[in-house]
């Protein structure tokens, strides 16, 4: 297969991807990646603090996996007060102050389109663009509604659905399951060996 170099935007977002398979939320594993100049600077995923228990740790809670909130009854209007999980761009932006790493006019990939309170901590971060793979889906029609207003208000420059192509999928799963690195070309010496003469040809 002819390689396939993926372009800047899909890059960022696979790699967003595999962050986010540190996830340890049940209902919605998420990454997250921080780039400016196509730099990644930070990367995070949702998870309960650090020392906490995740929610990943505990057996089913019947036949869904188990969630600290649902497990309490908690409903979605008072989620964030009790959801144990940090979410993954407030773990990128944490990690990047937690190291002294400048995020101003840098451009987020996240696997899910941030929440208000994370599209909050973008803007005060002064992060410029938002990548997200995946719509937030609240199933609230005023949340959706006051999404556009939000995301205005917060001066991002752009915010845009980006969904990998099947193509880069293609080429980068079959690269990925094998040994990335093995050799695909023969040794020089090798090709040197087996060389016709010159003054035989």
């Keep these: 297969m002819n390689r396939i170099r993926p372009n800047w935007h899909e890059y960022f977002m696979l790699i967003a991807k595999i962050v986010s398979s540190r996830s340890t939320c049940n209902s919605r594993p998420t990454g997250a990646v921080i780039v400016k100049e196509n730099h990644i600077l930070s990367t995070g995923y949702n998870g309960a603090m650090p020392g906490a228990p995740h929610c990943i740790d505990f057996p089913p809670l019947g036949n869904q996996p188990f969630c ?109 399951r094998n040994i990335t690195s093995r050799r695909r070309t023969l040794p020089t010496d090798f090709l040197e060996r087996t060389a016709v003469p010159r003054d035989l040809e």
């Design 68 to 176: 600290y909130r649902r497990a309490r009854g908690i409903p979605d209007v008072d989620k964030y007060n009790f959801c144990k999980a940090s979410h993954a761009e407030a773990n990128a932006i944490a990690q990047a102050a937690r190291y002294g790493i400048s995020i101003e006019g840098a451009t987020l990939y996240t696997t899910l389109a941030p929440c208000y309170v994370c599209l909050k901590l973008i803007a005060t971060a002064r992060i410029q663009g938002i990548y997200f793979e995946h719509s937030y889906e609240s199933g609230t029609p005023e949340r959706d509604a006051f999404w556009q207003t939000a995301v205005k208000e917060a001066g991002i420059a752009v915010f845009e659905q980006l969904l990998i192509s099947p193509e880069t999928y293609e080429y980068i799963l079959s690269d990925i």
